[in-house]
């Protein structure tokens, strides 16, 4: 019997958690979580609770539980050397160390990585830590992008037309970046459809899942602030509506070289997932970043497809034997939607900016899957903090039908929440299509 360690505890990690109990090893499942997640808790047999920036806290846990390897579900603990507290108590992990992590929390050394490599993907940029240059910088670009050098939540990408309109506006963001990350890098703005492509390292072998697509904005038709991700699809041929098999091509021939140069670079393999955030445009895919483990809410549409064993896949890449493994997914659609609080993404002087810490009731979901994210399990029931609470995905042969499964499963969820009902649907997904239409006619 094997005893896995799980790190992490969104709604992600509780997808992570079920793929790592349908394993037919019949896992004992133990988990370090910084906030008790009731779905996460159910399919373990000890928790523990504690701080993501105390690795050896970590360390220690999974020293008194016996585990044979660790899983690491979010970027904080990586970002804070939670692999290397673990390798130092003999303890291999599916995630990478914290200097490979720099994939994600440094924008800068991603940039540079592929600059120096000669890898293709790179947009124009530049890497700025003052002030100094960077207005210089703007008269070369058509539009703008600004990306503050370390972690954001997901939330720190600043997009001129959408965050900011003037290049002195930009400029003076750059200033208040500057104030508080080590640096800030500028990007011309790319023109184009994203595409999240979740991949399997083993520091040698890159392996690619289903190709996802998130959707941020926090309102229907992708308008309001930035989220974590309010919700994702994938279809049953394993690509887009938008996107053909040469671009999910080119996004992975991307991540392979990547995968080639960081062990180059830092003289060390990456073992875990090199998520790559890409963007098909008119002159092919491009590079948006970088993330060092599954997607929020990407893992929902792609561990439920997974046949292969979990537990196979965690010991072929601790033990660098990706390439002696059949990955397969079922080919089935997807529509992952996040239940949140009304008053999710909303200033705190918004009339609806009450919901924080309200209680739901979820009623019958059919077949609906359910994954808890941020929700505290009380005497009397579920309640939400002021987060992202559960994500519902829905599964079928066909995208009309996943979606029509997750909007009737959220529609039974009672309380003061929120939801994108438009993911998945018809007139968005045509919408992607028709975008790249005229992106690739205007190339021509």
Known sequence: ????????????????????????????????????????????????????????????????????????????????????????????????????????????????????????????????????????????????????????????????????????????????????????????????????????????TVVATPPVQDHKRRFVDDRGPNTGGMGSYSAADHLLPFLDAAAVAEGLAITRKVAEAIHRETGVPYKGVMYGGFMSTRSGVKLIEYNARFGDPEAMNILPLLRTDFIDICRAIIDGQLDRLDIVFEKKATVCKYVVPKDYGLPEDHPEAASTSSRIEIGEVREAQLYYSSIDQRPDGLYMTSSRAIGVVGIADNLAEAERIAERAVSAIRGPVDHRPDIGTEPLLRKRVQHMKILKAESI
């Not at 505890?9 to 992570?16: F, K, S, V, Y």
Request: contains cysteine; proline residues 5%.
């Open 1 to 204: 019997m094997t005893h896995v360690l799980l790190i992490g505890n969104g709604a992600r990690e509780h997808a992570i958690a079920e793929a790592i109990r349908r394993s037919r090893w019949n896992p004992r499942l133990y988990s370090f979580m910084k906030t008790n997640n009731p779905g996460i808790a159910s399919l373990s047999e000890k928790v523990r609770l504690g701080r993501y920036d105390e690795p050896e806290a970590i360390a220690a846990f999974a020293r008194e539980t016996g585990v044979a390897f660790a899983v690491v579900g979010p970027e904080d603990p990586l970002s804070h050397g939670a692999v290397d507290a673990l390798a130092t108590s003999g303890i291999p992990a599916v995630g990478p160390t914290r200097s490979l992590a720099r994939l994600e929390t440094s924008k800068s050394f991603t940039r540079n990585l592929l600059e120096k490599y000669g890898i293709p993907g790179n947009p124009r940029f530049r890497n700025f830590h003052s002030s100094d240059g960077i207005e210089a910088f703007f008269d070369e670009l058509d539009g703008i992008v600004l990306k503050p050098d370390g972690l954001t939540g997901g939330k720190g990408v600043l997009v001129q037309g959408d965050h900011f309109r003037t290049r002195e506006e930009a400029l003076d963001l750059c200033r208040d970046i500057l104030k508080s990350h080590p640096g800030v890098t500028v990007e011309e703005k790319l023109e184009g459809e994203e595409f999240s492509l979740q991949c399997l390292c083993d520091g040698r």
